[in-house]
Structures are given as structure tokens and as C-alpha cells.
């Protein structure tokens, strides 16, 4: 039951549960926390003095309003005079060593902290309590009072103001782009990178720093007034966040006065992504946004490369003063979330680096208990439920492309997830309630899909999961032990993955029937995609060991020809996907180079043994969609984290295609018609690369493509 208006809302403690009143805090007894007075100081007489104090051990100074900012300024252009300390630090620290100094200074704290509101399991240390919460009772159970347990944080918040960490925002807040230029980034950001976040909540958070801290971040930006903001910022970060009880009050706890570093964090790693994604040539669609490699920032023209590294060191450091408050909420995980894509565009999807985010990433989501459905938590409203549901499903497809391309198991299981699809809505119908969102949601079919063919980040969100979903199933049997695997297993993956393809809705399959002309860039790079995460399901199935049958390494080569078929597509209409190079590029490396391959390796064993190849495949549209690949390998650009990685594909490709043509293939006249029946064409012998590839500039390259199996596990960081 919802608290009258007359009252006001219960506090909360840092844990999220229930403030105590002061009486009942000092006496260390269990209050009852009911308003406006607690049962206990009724029954003692002592009304007046039950009063439930917001932040009963917090001293932190007075904090002017955001109006202050034009006064402050003004002092300061007057001959108003810096901090020294603040000072020296601002001039003599970058973003990049102001990180280094906190990291530094992280490294010796040891201090664990268990928050209550963080996700316990039904084996954890306090489940047999919670199970026996009737029987027990609320009294024994509130004795242990949290607030009496914490130590006085006077002292251990006095590290929140020393320079590094103010100096270390103030950096931050230096680099935040203007309004317009925000205003830029964020809505190209919102029509071609993202599917998890609700774009009408970032555009009233946006409009809202600015409304309430724009004095604040107008230009010049000084210390002094800086400094103000990021204090008032690193107290809200002190605080968790509140449970709310509707969308309104949900907006409010992260915006306005109530803005905090992951909020801000996540609106840098938006705004580098957008830079990094932004096309090197002309878009007749987005005219400002191409036809430079830099990017106007106040005034000034900016390496984009170097502009999205600084907005991926701000989120780095956002996300450092996040750890410090030890917060563990939705917000934290978009933020690890877009870092983590963020940094992917640097370091390579391969990297120690990116491997390590996406831990941290899942580690969160299962502190926060979103595995486990949107259940576990209250959520305030029916759009904070569905957001829920749409992070999840974000990272744990996520997971699964990232386990695939390494070869490494996949950090989240649906083992141990409920997997929730996020229902196909808008992001503005999502905000509908009552009748209203009956209404919409009676238009949607059994299934949970739209019935008008208009595709939405939650449509691409559900149709990622439910393949992830089949993926999962995939990595078990392909990274785990053999004893597992059974072609019975195969086979039914394989035919529930069939299943759920068609059963996507028409307008997300890809036909190749259909015209090319009639389809938007969008909907075509949609479609192919999919089609293609459903073809290296079945592609990763075929690879799994067999009894040796020919038709299933025929129906793996038409499989990975299929694939490289659908790259070249896109390559082919790549000046109608201009505004969508990142996703060729991930195209291109994620589904392209396994699929070449194989079909580069099969093509080298049919030159060498034309008359022992028992399989069926088709020299020449090999040979030339081969070289067409190698021109998707070169487009990628040399800012992108998998660079490296196409330069060492397309030379492979390339030297395998000269042995093939070069020296034509020859008969071997001891192979008699007589002796070639008696041969078994399912042995085809094993190819010595070194021998075949001749002369090399690279000494390593020749023993590394010898060892290669495209056919069987990972070989991605073997060379």
C-alpha cells in the first residue's frame, strides 16, 4: 500500500533497507519503521523525538545550488584566486594520470563490503534466514542494525575530497562536450549503435544536466566552479539508489539534482561511440556527421580517434568513482556495458582487456540478481521491468558472440538465467500505463512480437536472445567435455536452431529472393546479420566431431560458402551501408574469417589432390568471392581493435590463392584409374603448408599457418 501523501517517504540507509528513527539507532534496538512514529517510541512516550534523519553520521559540507555557477564564475573572472593545491593539480594532470593516481591508490584497500541489496542465492550464508523469515520474526532479524554496524564514515569520507579524486572530476567534467555537440553525438548514437538503452530517458537526463548544472559547464570552465559540481556528484554517489514506485519517481533518482557518475559515464561512452562509428566518406543521410576525420569541438577541429579515446578515459574514470561508493545498480552495468563496446573498438574483440571487462560485466549482472528475472527485483514500474530484461538479454548475446570468437566458455549460462525476452514495444510505448498499455500489448502476437513489420531495438533484442539461447547450447557441447557430445545432441540442437529462425517474424529472415532495391540499409544489414548468427549456429554444429561421413563436411562447405556469400553482399553495398561500417567490419571478422577459412583450406587441399577431393566445391565462385573478401578485409579501418587481425587473415588468403593459381593443377601419373578406386576418397592427405606457400617474409608465418585447423577450435592468438 502505497504511504499517503501527508506523510513523507520512509529514508533509506546506503543498503536500501529502511532507515531507523534516532531513538531506536542510538539505543541499538530493532525499529518497527512505520510512519509517521515507530510502535516502539509510542509505546515509550517519546513521539517527538521519533524522528527518522536522512543521513544521521554524514558531514559533508554545504553545497551551493546550481544557480550559484554564474556567481562563482564571476568571482573568479574578478581576480578571485584558485585553491593552489586544486590548482596545480588541474595543470599538472591529465585524465590519463589522474586514473593512474587512483588506480594506484586503489590498489591498497582491502576493506570488502557485503551490500544487502545486492543478489544472495538460496545456498548463500543468509538464505535459511530469509527461508525462515515468518518463523523468526522481524525483530530478531532487524537486531543486527546496519547503521550501528558501519563505522563512523567522518573519517573514510574524507578521502572523497582529497585532490586526486576531486582533480580526477573536475577532469571529467572538463572534457563533457557542449550542448549542441551532445545533442549531435546522442542522436546519432540513437539510430545506429544502440538497442538496450531508452533513448527518451537519455534525452530528459541530457536536457537535464544542462537545465540544472549549465552554469555550471559553460564556457570557460574554471576549477573553482567545477569543483562545486563534482562535490555534489560524489556525494550523490554516496547515496544508493532509492526504491522508487514508479517511472517518474525512477527518473527522478538519476537526473537533476540527483545525477550520478554512471549517468554521466554512460553519456561519454555513448558520445565516443558515436564518434567511432561515424562513416570516412560522404552520407547523403547524415551530411554533418562525414566528409572529415575530425570533429569540431568548441570551435576547434579534433582527431575523432583522439576525441573518442578522451571520452573513453572519462568513462574509465566515472566508472573508477563508481567502485569507490561501492554501488551495484542498473546504471553501473549500462555503464560497464558501453565500456565495454567502447574499448572494443581499440583493443580488438581478442584482447586480455575486453575479456576482462566483459568478467566484471557479468559478475555484475549477477550481483544485481537480473539473471534471474525481472521477479527477483520490485521493479517501480512495467518500463523499468522491461529496461531490465533488455540490458540482460544485451549482454548475455553478448556473451556468447564473445565466447564464440574466442573459444572460451561464455561467462553467463541459461543454466542458471530465466532468460526473459524483453516484449517487443517502442521505447515510448513502453512508457504507456493503465488501459492504455493493455491495449498496446493486446496487439502483439502469441508470441510476444509486433504485428506491424517496423523493426525497434527491443525487436532486435529479442531475436539476438533467442539465437544467443541456441548458441549457449552450441558452446556446451563445443568447449566442453567429449563425453557430453553425442550426434543425437547434435541433431536436436540442431533442429530446435532450424526451429527457431523460422519462427522469427517475416520481415526479420533474410530472402535472397527478395530485391535488394525494395530494402532499406537498415533493414538489410538487420536481416543479414541475423540470417548469418543462425548460419554459424549450424556452422559450429557441422564442425563438431562426426563419424566421417562426407555429407556433413559438404554441408559444412556449403554452409561456410553460404556465409561468405551474404559478406559479399554487404561489401557490395557497402555506399548504402555507409552510415553502418562498424557492423561491416564486425561482419567481416566475426562471421567472414572462419567461414574463409575453411573454404580457402578445402580450396588448397582440392589443388593439391584434384584427383582425391571428394567433395563438391565450386573453384571458381570460390576463388573469386575469396578475393572479394580479401578487398572486406582491407576496408577495415586501421583505428578499429581488429586491424591487426585482418591484416594477418588477408595475407593468408592471399598467399593460399597464389599457390592455387599459380601452379595449375597436374595429374599424377602414378595414380592409375585403378589405384585411385582402390584409394579412399574420404583420407584426402594432410597438406604441409610450408611446403606449398614457398618463400615467406615472415619466418613465424609458415610454421603458424602449418599448425592451423580452421576447421577445429580456436586459432585466433595462436600466431
Known amino acids: 500500500m502505497a504511504t499517503p501523501t ?63 555557477g554564474a556567481r562563482i564564475q564571476k568571482r573568479t573572472a574578478a581576480g578571485a584566486r584558485t585553491s593552489p593545491s586544486l590548482a596545480n593539480s588541474w595543470a599538472s594532470n591529465t585524465v590519463s594520470n589522474l586514473l593512474f593516481l587512483v588506480n594506484q591508490q586503489a590498489e591498497g584497500t582491502s576493506d570488502v ?89 537519455m534525452k530528459y537526463c541530457l536536457e537535464s544536466i544542462w537545465s540544472t548544472y549549465g552554469n555550471f559547464l559553460a564556457e570557460p570552465r574554471s576549477p573553482d566552479v567545477l569543483s562545486t559540481l563534482v562535490q555534489t556528484l560524489l556525494r550523490n554517489g554516496l ?97 560497464m ?60 548475446a553478448q556473451d556468447k558472440q564473445l565466447a564464440t570468437f574466442t573459444g572460451r566458455p ?48 527491443a525487436t532486435m533484442n529479442r531475436a539476438w536472445m533467442l539465437l544467443a539461447m541456441i548458441r549457449d547450447e552450441i558452446l556446451e557441447v563445443s568447449l566442453g567435455p567429449t563425453m557430453e557430445y553425442s550426434t543425437i545432441r547434435r541433431d536436436d540442437i540442431k533442429q530446435r536452431s532450424d526451429e527457431t529462425y523460422a519462427k522469427l517474424p517475416s520481415y526479420l529472415q533474410y530472402q535472397p529472393e527478395d530485391p535488394l532495391s525494395l530494402q532499406t540499409a537498415e533493414l538489410l544489414i538487420i536481416r543479414i546479420n541475423l540470417s548469418l ?55 567481416s571478422v566475426y562471421f567472414g574469417i572462419p567461414a574463409a577459412g575453411v573454404l580457402a583450406v578445402e580450396l588448397l587441399k582440392q589443388s593439391k589432390y584434384p584427383n582425391l577431393y571428394p567433395l563438391t566445391l565450386p573453384r571458381s565462385d570460390v576463388i573469386q568471392n575469396l578475393s572479394i573478401f580479401i578487398g572486406c578485409l582491407g576496408a577495415v579501418r586501421p583505428t578499429q581493435g581488429n586491424y591487426t587481425l585482418c591484416v594477418r587473415m588477408r595475407k593468408v588468403i592471399r598467399r593460399i590463392l597464389d599457390q592455387v593459381l599459380e601452379p595449375a593443377p597436374s595429374f599424377n601419373p602414378q595414380l592409375t584409374p585403378t589405384s585411385m578406386e582402390e584409394e579412399s576418397p574420404q583420407f584426402v592427405p594432410d597438406i604441409d603448408i610450408s611446403s606449398v606457400m614457398g618463400p615467406t617474409d615472415d619466418p613465424d608465418f609458415a610454421e603458424w599457418l602449418h599448425s592451423v585447423d580452421w576447421t577445429k577450435g580456436p586459432w585466433v592468438d595462436s600466431y
Open 239 to 335: 547515496k544508493p539508489v532509492p526504491h522508487c514506485r514508479s517511472t517518474g519517481e525512477w527518473l527522478e533518482s538519476f537526473t537533476g539534482q540527483n545525477l550520478r557518475w554512471e549517468i554521466l559515464g554512460t553519456f561519454f561512452a555513448v558520445f565516443g561511440l558515436a564518434v567511432m562509428t561515424m562513416p570516412d566518406w560522404g552520407s547523403r543521410a547524415t551530411p554533418s556527421d562525414s566528409l572529415k576525420p575530425w570533429i569540431n569541438v568548441n570551435g576547434l577541429d579534433e582527431d575523432r580517434r583522439k576525441y573518442a579515446h578522451k571520452m573513453s578515459e572519462c568513462t574509465e574514470a566515472c566508472l573508477i568513482l563508481c567502485d569507490d561508493s561501492g554501488a551495484v545498480n542498473e546504471f553501473v552495468i549500462w555503464l
Open 410 to 457: 561464455p561467462a553467463l549460462s541459461r543454466r542458471y538465467s530465466n532468460c526473459q525476452l524483453p516484449i517487443d514495444l517502442t521505447d515510448e510505448e513502453l512508457m504507456a500505463d493503465g488501459d492504455e498499455l493493455i491495449i498496446i500489448l493486446s496487439n502483439l502476437d502469441a508470441d510476444g512480437w509486433r504485428t506491424d513489420p517496423h523493426i525497434h531495438p
Open 6 to 68: 501527508s506523510v513523507p517517504a520512509l529514508p533509506l540507509r546506503r543498503n536500501g533497507k529502511p532507515q531507523s528513527c534516532e531513538p531506536c539507532r542510538k539505543g541499538k534496538a530493532a525499529c518497527g519503521h512505520e510512519l509517521p512514529t515507530c510502535n516502539r517510541c509510542a509505546k515509550r512516550g517519546i513521539t517527538s523525538q521519533c524522528v527518522y534523519h536522512p543521513a544521521p553520521l554524514t558531514r559533508l559540507p554545504s553545497l551551493p545550488s546550481p544557480g550559484d
Open 113 to 201: 563490503e557485503i551490500s544487502s541489496s545486492e543478489f544472495l542465492g538460496p545456498t548463500s550464508f543468509s538464505a535459511v534466514f530469509k527461508d525462515n523469515q515468518a518463523s523468526i520474526g522481524e525483530d530478531l532479524l532487524g537486531a543486527n542494525n546496519d547503521d550501528d554496524m558501519s563505522p563512523d564514515p567522518s573519517g573514510d569520507q574524507e578521502q572523497w575530497w582529497k585532490a586526486e579524486r576531486l582533480s580526477l572530476g573536475i577532469g571529467i567534467l572538463k572534457h563533457f562536450p557542449d550542448r549542441q555537440l551532445c545533442a549531435r553525438l546522442l542522436t546519432r548514437h540513437v539510430h545506429y549503435c544502440d538497442v538496450e538503452l531508452h533513448i527518451p530517458s
Open 337 to 396: 556495458h558501453h565500456i565495454h563496446t567502447l574499448n572494443s573498438y581499440y583493443s580488438g574483440d581478442a584482447s586480455r582487456q575486453i575479456w576482462k571487462r566483459h568478467g566484471a560485466l557479468a559478475s555484475a549482472i549477477t550481483s544485481l540478481g537480473l539473471h534471474r528475472g525481472s521477479d527477483t527485483h520490485n521493479a517501480p514500474s512495467f518500463m523499468v521491468s522491461e529496461l531490465r530484461k533488455r540490458i540482460f538479454a544485451s549482454v548475455f
Open 533 to 587: 548468427e543462425f548460419c554459424l549456429n549450424r556452422f559450429l554444429l557441422q564442425r563438431l566431431p562426426d563419424d566421417g561421413s562426407q555429407q556433413n563436411k559438404q554441408d559444412l562447405l556449403n554452409t561456410a560458402k553460404e556465409m561468405l556469400d551474404r559478406i559479399i553482399i554487404l561489401s557490395a553495398n557497402r555506399d548504402r551501408l555507409v552510415d553502418f561500417q562498424a557492423g561491416l567490419a564486425w561482419a
